[in-house]
């Protein structure tokens, strides 16, 4: 196959590199494009722009493959564990026993939230979202850690990485205490990390907490299918903030915030405000439907669609399954995954979404799993954020170690021309 593309432009002609990946994908290298010919490549929306190399997760849209370092989506989330896939996605290979217990302590021992730190959310309404919470919190770690923000420093990452990790789940369950009016209870750390966050969401201090194993494993496999996706908004977010060099705290912060847009993670809390309309309005799936392919009205069936996959998300099917099985050990009669399969099955029969090859992505279901849990609608989007917590700071890794120069898209420029200023009183 050819290694290089040809351009033409006013009779000239130029050669541009062909890349392949490991996997066969093929890009046309534009790096010196506009040196070479005054042209910049314009692609709003980067649907078809590579914006680096990355060897962490593999995605093949197409097929509804995904892989983090290599090992299918579908073993990891039947054998592998959270913390156990984090420590795969940031460092490239599986942990022998000895190093995952290492990386486990380094974990569980940082799960504590300075004494001032927890000041913090008693300045937020009783009403903030969550995921306002965790951005504002996290950045705010940054404050606490002044000696460990380096980019540069290998040490200083890794005992960040460790903070970030370990404080996720307690400044997420605080958010939610906040919301309460309930006492921040310490974590716990002879627990498990799942367990540690159950029980400062949902324990209180009065009261000893029992964690059902069910639940557990449940939100494992959430986490883990969350845990990366190659380029999307809020990884690309990471990156581009991290190509400026800001800390990594910064960073992380700024990827929540991306992630909590409807278009993206916060499309799971949508799903369930949906199927709670749907329930509550009395409509039947093939009402909804209808409704979501009307274009004079704003519905969409949320949580279906998918920027790469044109085929069925395989996070969607493993979460399909787990969601059947958790609210049937759960002895859960969800009206709500009734609805949600009911709207699957229409959908997947409709001209409409055939023709556009719109499937339930990873967020059609996991709210209902999240909702079973007893999460909060307003809190499944940081949910969200913490299992794709390792995905970000790989990334972020990633981009540190390949030297990348700073983010900084061109554009076509469409507006006034020069012109001279005009005098107030003149206008
Ligand atoms: N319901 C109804 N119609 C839809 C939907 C949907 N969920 N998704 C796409 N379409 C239609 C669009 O109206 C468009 O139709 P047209 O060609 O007649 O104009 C066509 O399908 C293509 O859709 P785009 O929005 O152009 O596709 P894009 O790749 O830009 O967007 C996205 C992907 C944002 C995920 C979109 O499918 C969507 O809004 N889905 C619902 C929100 C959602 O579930 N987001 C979570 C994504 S997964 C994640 O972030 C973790």
Known sequence: MDDTARLEVDGKSYDLPIIEGSEGERGVDIQNLRSETGLIALD????????????????????????????????????????????????????????????????MRHTLLHEDLKRLFRAFPKDAHPMAVCAAVVSALSTFYPEDLNPADDAQVASSIERLIAKFPTITAYSLKHALGQPFIYPDNRLSYIENFLRLSFGNPCEAFEVDPVVVR??????????????????????????????????????ISALWGPLHGGANQQVIEMLEEIA???????????????????????????????????????????????LEKMGVNSKLLEIAVDLERIALEDDYFVTRRLYPNVDFYSGIIFD????????????????????????????????????????????????????????
């Not at 380029?231 to 990594?248: D, W």
């Not at 009307?294 to 920027?307: P, V």
């Not at 170690?401 to 469409?414: E, N, S």
């Open 372 to 427: 079973a849990i007893g999460i909060p609608v307003e809190a499944f989007t940081a949910l969200f954020a913490m299992g794709r917590l390792p995905g970000w700071i790989a990334q972020w890794s990633e981009l540190q170690g390949d030297g990348q120069a700073i983010g900084r898209p061109r554009q076509i420029y469409t507006g006034a021309t020069v012109r001279p200023y005009v005098p107030m009183d003149k206008r």
């Open 44 to 107: 709003p929306g980067y649907k078809n722009t590579g914006s680096c190399k990355s060897a962490i997760t593999f995605i093949d849209g197409d097929q509804g493959i995904l892989r983090y370092r290599g090992y299918p989506i579908e073993e990891l989330a039947e054998k592998s564990t959270f913390l156990e896939v984090a420590y795969l996605l940031i460092h490239g290979e599986l942990p022998t026993r000895e190093v995952m217990d290492r990386w486990n302590h380094g974990i």
């Open 280 to 326: 509550a309005e009395g409509l039947n799936a093939r009402q909804f439907v209808d409704r979501a392919k009307d274009r004079d009205d704003t519905s969409r069936l949320m949580g279906f669609g998918h920027r790469v996959y044109r085929n069925y998300d395989p996070r969607a099917n493993i979460i399909k399954k787990a969601s059947a099985d958790v």
């Open 218 to 255: 449940a939100m494992d496999i959430l986490l883990i299918l969350h845990a990366d996706h190659e380029q999307n908004c809020s990884t690309s977010t990471v990156r581009l903030v991290g190509s400026s060099k800001a800390n990594i705290f910064a960073c992380i912060s700024a990827g």
